[in-house]
């Protein structure tokens, strides 16, 4: 065996160091959040050479007393703790007194220091952690802090560097949070010399992101909110028009820090699967805040993961915000469609992007009221939630009889709020939401059906457009939305001969413990034997070769556990829809395409229930173009 012995302190501060201190990105991350603890309004962030030879950072925070300097970079000193008790609740974003005494010593550090209203400041000079000169010095009130040759004294750790590049990306990365994480704080990023970033610090969250992200970002977004006793998310989601082929713009806060979450990711992108098709990603900036007794923020070295006590309530919070976002959105952009008499036309219906004035309504400072509705986690959960076949946590299986699988609410309460406020328009609008084949008053615009093309394309004209619609696409997503709505009422059409599914025993008796859920859908079924049922009624829309197997993808969805309720409802909508919906290939009649067109060309579908479009729209211009007219 070999001997134990107690490390020395600048091996032991090197290891720590190790922890703490990977890259510049890291070390520029722990000096801006000194900063923000320091009650700064102003930061700026200086690199050189990806900043492996150069980081700066300059507040205008309080300041370090003189007395205080030294022990400012000891290892667990900290302004910010003091007993274990601060631990469960972390309002600043150090803690641990480490980041000081990491950085040090692997590097060379100037500091220049004076705290506000003091006459003098100090200057400290540090070389591998250990002091090499301190001096008063005059310099403006606030914090100065240089590290220079990061790694100088660890050739081990500057071998595992990227080059300058893909470190400079990874501090602007870690500004870019930082910088998003507190709009009311005034960011500038100097890289190399340019500015790279500049944010107002006005506490405007769009003004910030369109400094940092850009205009088409922005424009692209729709604001997003919900709230819970202990829990409120604010914030931007993008449209679905303005996805991403990856993650990389999902931006997460949790009470003022920049966190990475899978629960967090997986919330927002549930809240999008009836509006993007899969590999496509949705961006948001999102704040969460939440009690600091609900969060553990002490998990991870670097600080950029946490953990929640409760995953569902912020996994919930999130999905219901980015819901209710999309659902304003659609209808925003449905209701100025309806209002649309024709002449300038609709751009196009798979195009979900907003205007700017409702991405001016960020932060609270609504310029409409009528554009933004927030909902609470609860008033979300029973408009969208209470439809949930079977119990949660117990493997998705039905409830049985005590009415928890229908709508217990039969309003739902978001359109008709709406409604209250636009009066009879809207009416028409929400009656839409019945099944294609039921009666269908004419829209107050004009459009002329030239006809079909390949047995699934409607070819319509409109104010000087041709559209190109997918009749199946369209009729699944109108479908899908009229089974999602609570005041959904179906057409059952009773069979003279029942239709026997053998699917075995499990699925028989899933389907006979979910009755409430089929009857919401328009099926009937009775017991046939232990692993058979007899289907007497079915949906009206639904052909009798279709009955096995959509009853068979409704069972595979109700024996999946895990899943939040209404999104494991809306696979058994979506399935349902398929099957409902006009079949492409099939030949419809001149009053079935008029109908679609009329509800498509309304705004009532955008994607189908997959996220595919629906609609295309080739202008008068794109002709001319095409044909060389013009
Ligand atoms: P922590 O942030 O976890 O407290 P640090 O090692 O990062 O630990 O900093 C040690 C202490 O130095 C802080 O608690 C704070 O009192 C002081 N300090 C560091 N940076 C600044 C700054 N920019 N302005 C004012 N005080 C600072
Ligand atoms: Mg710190």
Known sequence: MKKIFELEQHVADLIAAGEVVERPASVVKELVENSIDAGAGVITVEIQAGGMTY??????????????????????????????????????????GEALAAIASVS???????????????????EAGSVTDQSPA????????????????????????????????????????????????????????????????????DSCIYSLLGREFSAGLIQAESSDEALLVTGFVSSPAAARGNRSYQFFFVNGRPIQSRTLNAALEQAFVNNLPSGRYPSCVLYVTINFGMVDVNVHPSKTEVKFISDKQVFDGVYYAALGAI????????????????????????????????????????????????????????????????????????????????PRNTEFRMRNAQLEHEGD????????????????????????????????????ERSGSVWFI?????????????????DFEPMPQVLITPVICKHGQEDASLLFENTQLLERLGFSVES??????????????????????????ICAQLKLGGTPAPAQCDEIYRAVACKAAIKAGKSSNMRELETLTARVLSGEAAQCPHGRPVAYEMSKAMFERTFKRS
């Open 528 to 553: 046939f034997g232990d692993d058979a049922v007899a289907v007497r009624q079915i949906p009206a829309e639904i052909d009798i070769s279709d009955v096995e197997p959509v009853l068979s993808d």
């Open 425 to 460: 328009e809207a009416e028409t609008s929400n009656a839409q939401l019945s099944p294609l084949n039921s009666q269908f008053s004419t829209p107050s615009f004009e459009f002329r059906v030239i006809g079909e093309a390949l047995n699934t394309y409607i070819i319509v």
């Open 108 to 126: 060379r550090i100037e500091l220049l220091t004076r705290e506000q209203g003091v006459k003098e400041g100090v200057s400290l000079s540090l």
């Open 327 to 406: 659902d304003n959105a659609q209808r925003t952009m449905h209701n100025a469609q309806l209002g649309d008499s024709g002449a300038t036309g609709i751009r196009s219906s798979a195009q979900g992007a907003l205007n700017n004035s409702q991405f001016g309504a960020a932060n609270g400072a609504k310029s409409d009221g009528s554009v933004f509705k927030s909902m609470s986690v609860d008033e979300y959960r029973n408009s969208y939630g209470s439809v949930a076949p079977g119990a949660q946590g117990s493997g998705g299986r039905g409830q049985g009889s005590d009415g928890a699988l229908l």
């Open 138 to 205: 005059g310099c403006p009130e606030g914090t100065n802090i240089i590290v220079r040759d990061l790694f100088f004294n660890t050739p081990a750790r500057l071998k595992f560097m990227k080059s300058d590049r893909a470190e400079s990306s990874a501090v602007a990365s870690t500004v870019l949070r930082c910088a998003l994480s507190r709009p009311d704080v005034s960011f500038r990023f100097i890289r190399d010399g340019k500015t790279e970033y500049h944010t107002p610090g006005d506490s405007r969250v």
């Open 470 to 486: 997918d009749k199946h696409a369209a009729h699944e997503r109108i479908h899908f939305d009229a089974l999602r709505h609570s």
């Open 55 to 96: 980081i700066r950072v300059t507040d205008d925070g309080c300041g370090i007393a003189p007395e205080d300097v030294k022990t400012a970079f000891l290892r667990h000193a900290t302004s910010k703790l003091r007993g274990a008790d601060g631990l469960e609740a972390i309002g600043t974003l150090g803690f641990r």
